[in-house]
């Protein structure tokens, strides 16, 4: 990991405000949700991501109170979706646990379910979203009752066959526009989009319906593309080339680090907190 | 590796003819030239494509014999490209390089060199791109004197930071649009679009433009992208519907059978070339 990062080119207006700065949780996949908060909140971190798995672990109700004491917002839930399946009974049972996806976003006070959509079950990437489509259809009155915004989260073509059918910025907003804006919009993650041809366009395309934004970068060489996060200024997206266009679209809401990176997960909070502030300021 | 590919869904008109087949040569990357040639001519497989290493390690005159000797046509040198660079010298060189891979594809009566772009020298992908239309610019009066085609060819986003900073369909015939067509166009290959939202309405949009068609499949669950390629009927891929789409977009061409894979690169050329024709009737 390089401790001097690349001063990004162009005219710049600046570091985000610290006050927008969220640990996505899986950046510290290591730790219990218990540790995680700590952390942020010994560390001025003021909002936290929050993974279901994560949330399983320590229970809900729980769960609300520690982030209530430590003085976190909860940016997003990560994540619901995964609507694609080969029968109707089990797209139903995808639709039911999204549902207690929305409760969960609902009662830690999250503005944003996270949505990853799935993969086709077969070879038939068109009817797969057809049935992401369908699955926002019945999800979305639910989530609108509850004050939690669903965000369709378009991710890197290279998990089209096992994560994710939607797959651009601009697939992603097509998608949305079809719900109202109140309830559906878009997350744009930098290391899912950073090689759009169209990225400037489409960002700029998506204003009002971008519901939030994460952060990290594209190692080179690449490994295992899940694997292959790094801390900002270390790979080679222009994060805050990025981050800019994201705000003059309009989005001023939290951005979430979040690094799948096993030398990251294999830090000591308090050694990750503070690097992650500091390439926040230097690279974001 | 499956035995028994799935069957395609929809309408189809059946299997290309064996009149189109070519074996990439990166699909026999442990042989040497001769003995995949020869293995072509023994197997009745029309076509070869020719990869730089393979000819370096040959001699451009010895290659030219071996393959009229042996009957068979050359579909393309694999590859061109690698247009962007930090300097203004190293940019020459590389032009000047794919001089002598146009010089190549000449001598073998290659009708195509594949162009990989590559990818930018630093993090601004911007200005590798206009890198690329640069270098295009400066080998197409080249390659257009000597009746080679330039076939640009879309990457796969998971290569952008390491390959090619062109990586869709779209971006690839809007590139390509700066030039005649008569010098200038693109490369089809499955394992890079098949995952874009856009593919059926971008396949159409590129007719006149397409110069070249490979298939292979994309394994799940994904391994090392670079080498996740399998045979046609293993992975995910659409391949078909895709040739069909390629064909009513006006390809009638070769098709190149181009495998990254260490189980394929074990594989005697006796027993992989039987089964790429297997698979090609199958599963094209």
Not at 147 to 168: D, K, Q, Y
């Amino acid at each position: 990991m390089r401790t001097a990062p690349t001063a990004n080119p162009g005219a710049s207006l600046g570091s985000p405000a610290i006050d927008r700065l969220s640990l996505n949780q899986i950046t510290a996949e290591r730790a219990s949700l218990k540790d995680a908060v700590e952390a942020c909140a010994r560390h001025s971190v003021p909002y936290i991501a929050v993974w279901r798995h994560k949330l399983a672990e320590t229970g809900l109700d729980r769960a609300v109170r520690m982030v209530r004491d430590a003085g976190l917002s909860v940016s997003s839930v990560c994540r619901g979706g995964m609507f694609p399946a080969s029968t109707r009974a089990e797209r139903e049972a995808r639709i039911e646990d999204n549902r207690r996806a929305v409760d969960e976003a609902a009662a830690l006070g999250a503005e944003v379910l996270v949505l990853v959509c799935g993969a086709a079950p077969d070879k038939d990437i068109a009817a797969a979203r057809r049935m992401v489509a369908d699955g926002i259809a019945a999800l979305a009155p639910y989530a609108g009752d509850r004050g939690v915004r669903l965000g369709v989260e378009p991710m890197h073509p290279a998990f089209a066959a096992e994560r994710s059918c939607i797959t651009t910025l601009r697939e992603a907003r097509c998608l949305a526009e079809r719900f109202d804006s109140a309830t559906v919009g878009l997350v744009a993650d930098v290391y899912h989009i950073w090689w759009d041809p169209d990225l400037d366009d489409e960002i700029a395309h998506a204003a009002g319906r971008i519901v939030g934004f994460h952060v990290s970068d594209w190692l080179v060489p690449m490994q295992a593309v899940l694997m292959n996060r790094g801390m900002m200024g270390d790979g080679v997206i222009e994060v805050r080339r990025i981050r800019e266009a994201v705000e003059r679209a309009g989005y001023v809401g939290p951005i979430e680090v979040e690094i799948f990176n096993e030398a990251v997960w294999s830090m000591p909070l308090d050694v990750l907190l503070p690097l992650v502030k500091e390439r926040y300021r230097a690279c974001v």
